[in-house]
């Protein structure tokens, strides 16, 4: 496929492996934020490319892994309703909730379908104007302008039969408070390069300045990934901190102005609690109060839920960088794929999936 | 869940001035895509696509030059 075998070439990734490898005189920790990346260095091997001084943490952008678990059991709830088609994109549908997920929600006869997109349920809730339907709104900032385009076009639309359950998280006010952890070991970030296809990359100057981090925005690709990881070292060790755009193909400075004109328009900025993590304040979007007849929460008041985490799981840890999955207990033993007992073992880009399925650990 | 990936937009339809939609191909599987973020896509133009929505047009140049530098990297050695 065009723009991705190019960037899987086995040369460039020697070629690059072999110039980091020259390069590098001390350790050096580096983030990658997003559970893509994370998926993709595990699945190509990266780490095996890299000499010893290079350790990568996984980070927590995995919204599958950082959804709170008090909207998991909303989701359930709302979505064991009669009259209601509960619709998602796949990955949140096996997330594990205080007592069931949506696939179970399913299998007890409910109406849960997954979507490719959420124009997908727009479209149902047009064609099945006697059932309410409601979209489980979770992702970062790529996801966000698509979730708000579906709003928009319900309201164009004129249906009264759609709603999201929105629970969208913003990658920077993360970034801020890993760093401001003081037990962090991050000394750079390859930032999310999706993200930054919407949002451009503004927002990250301050965080370099301020916490002396250089930050490369990375594309997905194994020749991407490796060139991040260069930028990132060669600014470690010249001991510079700066924003770089290892991704220029598609990120501009400024982002996609269209989708971030929406993104204002339709969403207020709110403090959100992440799943493993805690309240990040101004770290989430919730739809704006005009918008409030699309708002699946105030629709359906769920409430007295009581949530329950796992006490063996230590994913807050993992996605904070400070722990690796497999040196969590459960790992592989009570938690598998199959058997999830946290939420980054249920998704490809959670990083507890990731080791489980291409990392050989003794 | 952030993963979008590059496809070719072979039609462009403009009847609906707020919902630009267009067939894009990912290596001869073609998908609806919302293209109104992309007020002058054209056809045969690379974009990258996500849940059903064109991000941002893949910048030919850019590319080539990127995959240029780094074989130059290459043959320094």
New interface residues.
Partial sequence: ????D??R?A??T???S??IKKLVTENWTIMEI???QTHSILKYGIEALLPDEISLVHGP????CVTPLEMIDKAVSIASRENVIFTS?G?MMRVPGSQYDLLAVKANGFDVRMV?????AVNLAEKNREKHVVFFA???E??A??NA?AV??AK?RGLTNFSILCSHVLVPPAIEALLSNPYTKIQAFLA?G??C??MGFDEYLPLSTRFNIPIVITG?EP?DIL?GIYLAVKQLEEKRHQVENQY?????KEG?L??KK?LSTVFDIVDRPWRGIGVINKSGFKLKEEFSDFDAEKIFQVTSLSTKESSFCIAGEVLQGLKKPHECAAFKNSCTPEHPLGAPMV?S?GACAAYFHYKKVI | ??????G?VISIDNSNP??KMGKVS??GVIKEI?L????DVQIGE?V?A????A??????K??EE??SV??K??DL?
Avoid at chain 1, 1 to 4: A, G, T, V
Avoid at chain 1, 116 to 120: G, V
Avoid at chain 2, 55 to 60: M, P, T
């Fill in positions: 496929m065009k723009y991705l190019e960037f070439n040369s460039l020697k070629n690059l072999e110039k997003c559970g893509g952008g995995c919204p599958v994109f990955d490719y997109s959420p124009l997908d979770v992702g970062f790529t996801t302008p698509a385009m928009v076009e164009r999310a999706h993200v296809t919407v997905f020749v060139q220029s193909r598609v990120v501009l996609n269209q989708a929406l998704s880009e | 869940m952030c993963l979008s990936i590059p070719k707020d919902l990912f290596s919302c109104q973020w992309l007020p690379y990258l996500h849940v059903g929505f991000l941002s047009k893949i910048d030919e850019d590319a990127t995959l780094l074989k990297m290459g050695e």
